[in-house]
């Protein structure tokens, strides 16, 4: 019996596309039954990925619905008022306080891309993270030079300082690595390459190239410099 090959439909970026047209709350009503077929390919999606994750690394998230974001917007604190957002999205916890960083997946007509890391490091976290980068850089460098981490994701990304961080020499061989205050990888993907059979497998293989680095920031954030677990 042949697998079944689970893709993005066209129809579902569409959606988002009359949702940027149409971000009101009487239009989304008025399709709302359009709306929830149209997730359910997106859970569908969603489950498969976790199924894959599964197959190399333990996920707390219990299901593919589970992991996705709700599509409305909280507006509270946002200059834009507009009520739904115009993507689908959703992500992944790792199981056990040993296993850090998180999975993530965003899909939007010419915005589409598959991210892990570590957003908002606590104040502890990072101090630990500078520390470790500070003492011997290395290991994390060896890990962003290497081919699937270059072909993958290019580079690391997230928010910099612009200055030294506090306690740390500016000298440091480590200094490119200390201003990082988030810890991101990130991999783009086209409109056509999310609607082809192989986003699955492609978005999976992305996932997995992350484990080199998040088993390593995983060890800095929970063993002491002699890997004692904390």
Avoid: C
């Amino acid at each position: 019996m042949s697998k079944t090959i689970i893709t993005i439909p066209k129809s579902s970026m569409d959606f988002l596309s009359l949702i940027k047209k149409n971000n009101n709350r009487d239009w989304f009503n008025a399709h709302k039954e359009n709306f929830l077929k149209e997730q359910q390919y997106i859970e569908q999606f969603a489950e498969a990925l976790l199924t894959e994750l599964n197959t190399h690394d333990v996920i707390e998230t219990p299901s593919g619905k589970k992991s996705l974001h709700r599509i409305y917007r909280d507006t509270r604190f946002s200059k834009e008022k507009t009520p739904y957002k115009t993507n689908w999205s959703g992500s992944f916890r790792r199981a056990t306080k040993y296993r850090r960083g998180g999975y993530y997946f965003h899909l939007e007509t010419g915005n589409s891309f598959i991210a892990g890391g570590f957003w908002g490091p606590s104040p502890e976290d990072l101090k630990r993270i500078r520390d470790d980068f500070d003492f011997d850089d290395a290991p994390i460098r060896k890990i962003l030079k290497s081919k699937s981490f270059i072909s993958t994701f290019g580079t690391l990304q997230g928010e910099q300082l612009k200055t030294t961080p506090k306690g740390f020499d500016a000298n440091s061989k480590a200094i490119d690595l200390l201003r990082y205050k988030q810890f991101l990888v990130i991999r783009k993907f086209t409109d056509k390459e999310v609607l082809d059979k192989n986003f699955l497998k492609e978005a999976h293989l992305t996932f997995k190239h992350m484990r080199p680095f998040f088993d390593y920031m995983s060890e800095v954030l929970t063993t002491d410099i002699n890997g004692i677990e904390l």
